[in-house]
């Protein structure tokens, strides 16, 4: 083995790593990609790679529980921080939660990573297990959110915040499927006609505005999405 | 060889492979799974199975095909022998089309085939085209049926129906990813409380009562599955 090839990389090896291989796993397929394929990706001797993960398994898990860190950090956190004692606050946060997770899903940087998230490969029991978990707190989250909202707008809706927190997460989530940058749809285009939809549908109150203000650093990095 | 081993499926061969492939692929990961591992499955000779198919990409592609078969035959032919002159009409096929799109994705005799539908597997791109070809026309089906609805009813909705068509196709097709058979929301729940959602979301009419008169096999096959 040349001395020269085996290079670590600079910053972050572990989410660098994470990011390599997730690129990989969609380019030719998880069970296609060898951990030997991962290192030379990165130009990393086998032992460098083995350094910071024993398996593939375990990159497969690290890079879902990447994913899932990107959505709380940029969703959960930020909703978290906004005061939903009011009835605009509730409503805020529920708009703000919409467009941040449109945001990550559709966020070119973290997209190898993200994608990942809803791909069906096998993982081992215990390390699936705790995937799931983190995917159904994020729904208790979401659904926590809209029964605010719905209560504090004595919400005439006969939808259950189960089922529309459910709905919400999937048509979101849904999006990477269809997505294409530079489309018509842009991702400022997409939150806005799906807060409509969400906001009429699942809270039943047409009396909600169209454009709420936002945080103006949401916005702007929204609108960044739109045209990349 | 032993010959005994080498028995041809009864009926339908040809779907009886995909079904047993689609499962394997699941199971224990598409690129980990071997043209040896179908035949085997199926108790067939390795040239028993290529005699219906040269290759696994060409079983990923028919699965993928008979899961739009199946979409088109259940849910869109069946929408297009309704009525849709009327509002009611109209309204109707809407309806009609959120309970039978549910139903296809809920159904446990053809989960196999149209899970395959949503992953991410490598495909040669011709094939790969002609899948997605199908997939937006099917979009597109939902879109002129929202367009219609929205139309008829002079809606107010600010929804354009091509991101309405994405959000229901998104939120729908989703649910294979939550739904658990026996759970408390039934296939005929989802499908009163996504209906909802959506009328009111990309419709902007409350005026629509919550249930409308359905086909009987309509109604009957979806509470057949509530409970499986």
Same sequence: chains 1, 2.
Wanted: proline content about 5%; overall charge positive.
């Amino acid at each position: 083995m040349l001395r020269e090839a085996t290079l670590e990389p600079r910053q972050e090896p572990r989410q660098e790593i994470l990011r390599a291989a997730a690129r990989l796993f969609q380019q030719q397929g998880y069970d296609a990609t060898s951990m030997n394929d991962v290192a030379a990706a990165l130009k990393l001797s086998k032992g460098g790679l083995y350094h910071h993960f024993q398996s593939k398994d375990e990159i497969l898990f690290h890079i879902m529980s990447h994913a899932m860190e990107i959505t709380e950090e940029r969703v959960i956190n930020v909703v978290r921080r906004i005061d939903g004692a009011t009835v605009a606050g509730a409503e805020e946060r529920l708009r703000t939660l919409i467009r941040l997770h449109i945001q990550v899903v559709l966020s070119p940087e973290d997209r190898e990573i993200t994608v990942m998230l809803h791909e069906n490969h096998p993982l081992p029991p215990t390390l699936r297990r705790k995937i799931n978990g983190r995917k159904k707190d994020y729904v208790h989250f979401v659904e926590h959110i809209i029964a605010d909202v719905q209560r504090k707008h004595n919400s005439p809706s006969q939808v259950t915040p189960r089922a529309a927190a459910l709905a919400l997460v999937g048509m979101i989530n849904w999006i990477y499927q269809w997505y294409k940058p530079g489309g018509p749809l842009t991702g400022e285009e997409i939150a806005r006609q799906y807060s409509e939809i969400f906001f009429r549908g699942a809270i039943g109150s047409g009396a909600i505005g169209e454009s709420r203000k936002l945080p103006s650093a949401v916005r702007s990095s929204l609108s960044g999405h739109s045209d990349v």
